[in-house]
């Protein structure tokens, strides 16, 4: 059975850090693209970073380049997003997703963790 587990989400201040980790289980997820995906209440599902198989490539949604990271460790498993300078708007459900390809849809999502930012 294929799972995507999310954890590191939590309650933080304003301008703190949190990590995030993704560990995928059930099939072999090396090849994979990897993605984190946010929603918060009444607002859409929103695209946050990306991780292709090899960890070469990485894509970030407009609203987190430049304090957010995704990164997977040599072994492929797990995925993490570094999440810096945060803000309230930053406040979420995480989802991590995973996709056979860089262009495929995405198959597999986790349960998501919440992450709280307070001003």
């Known amino acids: 059975q294929v799972q995507l587990v999310e954890a590191g989400g939590g309650l933080l201040q304003a301008g703190g850090p949190l990590r995030l980790s993704c560990v995928a289980s059930?099939?072999?997820?090396?090849?994979?693209?990897m993605g984190w995906f946010r929603q918060a209440p009444g607002k859409e599902r929103e695209f946050v970073a990306r991780?292709?198989?090899?960890?070469?490539?990485?894509a970030y949604g407009d609203s987190v380049k430049g304090r957010f990271t995704i990164s997977r460790d040599t072994a492929k498993n797990p995925i993490y997003l570094q999440m810096n300078s945060l803000k309230p708007e930053d406040t979420a459900v995480y989802y991590c997703?995973?996709?056979?390809?860089?262009?495929?849809?995405?198959?597999?999502w986790g349960q998501g963790t919440q992450v709280t930012v307070s001003s």
């Open positions: 997703a995973a996709a056979s390809s860089w262009t495929r849809r995405y198959d597999y």
């Open positions: 059930g099939r072999t997820f090396s090849n994979y693209s």
């Open positions: 991780i292709n198989g090899s960890g070469g490539t990485t």
